[in-house]
Every structure is written in C-alpha cells, then in structure tokens.
C-alpha cells in the first residue's frame, strides 16, 4: 500500500523567513503533485514534477523530486501572509492496469506566515 | 473555459437516509474521480470514471457507488448515511486521466449527518 507523508504538518512561519515542507512516499513513482487548499475552498494546483530531478518554481515557492529518494520538497522563499494555506502533496500511480490513476495524498502541512 | 462544477455544495441529511452528488468536468475532459476529505482520515480516493465505465475504486463499503454520463458528467451515490460519511466530497477531473496532468478539483460538496 502506497504511504504518503509529509512534514511538518504545522509550521507557523515569520513573513521573510525560508522554509522548505518534505513529502516522501513508499513507492516507484515518477508523477508527483503539489496542491494548494484555503480554509473552505478546493484544491488548486501548484506544480507537477514528472521525472527524477525536476524543479518547478512559482513566485516563492519551488519543488523539486529526488524519485530514487522518493523525495519531493516544497521549499518557500521569504515568506508572505498571502502563502498561508494548506500544502499537499500527492503521488499518483497506476492501479489495476485499466489505464487508471490515483492520486495518494499526504496529509497536508497547514502553514501559517505571521506579519 | 469553465470549471468544475459541483451540486449542491452544502447538505445536511439524517442517519440511513441517502444522498446523491452531482459533478460536471470541464468540457472535453473524460475522466472524472471522486475524493472524500475528513479532518482525520484526509483525502481519500473513492472511484474512477472514464467514458461511463469505472476503472477504479478506492477501500469504501459498497454504500458508495457512482456512474458516469455520456456527457462525461458524473453522480455520487451513498446509501444508508453514517455519521461517519460526514465530509467534503470532491470531484476532480482530467481529459484520460493518467496523463501526467493535474486534476482539476471543483469546491466540493459538504456533506453532514446528523
């Protein structure tokens, strides 16, 4: 069974600081998710990583995927309020051999950046 | 290019009664999934749909059950309501599904058992 987790699954953050959320998963995959939730709203997507070594950046944030780790990093650069949410990531798989996937989550990492 | 589109977004129902949850994928997307999402258990996978057939299905009783339309929309059916089935149930769609792009989630329909 494909496990998923993340840490931490709390960081309080100061605006300016860096900070980086981990996310490791118990099996071969090669497609990995991060996702962005705010209290009340859906999921939105942040960044796909499809291959050992990719890197994906967007404004503060930046993820990366060490597959042969089994890592994937969301790292935060100089925090600001606006980044407060929770963060998920997601590993996606083959099941049944029906052409189908799934996504696995991570139990989310609830960040708060503090003024 | 619209969404994901989810109905209702709120509901309230009693215990052993059922309910039945609408999503409609952005257009030309062909397959669509269904997630539960509670504080304790988090996200969870409950089923696949592609061109009316379900490719898959996560570990839920069979009280939760889905089909898919020929216009690629897609219901949620459970049965005999737990306290338990109270949560966020989100639907997500893709054009294949499988092909390395994200899902897009809609908001979600809320669900709660009294």
């Known amino acids: 069974e494909l496990k998923v987790e993340q840490n931490p699954l709390f960081l309080s953050m100061q605006e300016g600081k860096n900070y980086t959320i981990y996310c490791n998963y118990s099996t071969t995959s090669d497609r990995l998710y991060w996702y962005r939730q705010d209290p009340g709203k859906s999921l939105e997507s942040l960044f796909v990583?499809?291959?050992?070594?990719a890197v994906k950046q967007e404004g503060r944030l930046m993820a990366s995927l060490d597959t042969k780790a089994r890592l994937s990093t969301l790292h935060i650069t100089a925090a600001v309020h606006d980044l407060s949410a929770t963060y998920f990531c997601?590993?996606?798989?083959?099941?049944?051999?029906?052409?189908?996937?799934?996504?696995?989550f991570g139990k989310g990492t609830k960040l708060s950046v503090i003024p | 290019k619209a969404g994901v589109t989810q109905t209702p977004r709120y509901l309230i129902k009693t215990r052993g009664q059922q309910v039945t949850l609408s999503c409609s994928p952005i257009s030309g997307h062909r397959s669509v999934s269904w997630y539960q999402q509670t504080p304790g258990q988090g996200l969870q996978f409950l089923f696949e749909y592609f061109s009316e057939t379900q490719r898959n299905k996560g570990n839920f009783p069979g009280r939760f059950s889905g089909r898919q339309f020929s216009n690629s929309r897609s219901e949620m059916n459970v049965s005999t309501l737990e306290l338990g089935d109270s949560a966020l149930y989100l639907c997500a769609s893709s054009r294949v599904g499988g092909e390395g792009s994200p899902l897009h989630f809609g908001n979600g329909t809320r669900l709660t058992v009294t």
């Open positions: 997601a590993v996606d798989i083959e099941y049944s051999g029906a052409g189908s996937y799934q996504l696995t």
């Open positions: 990583l499809l291959s050992n070594g």
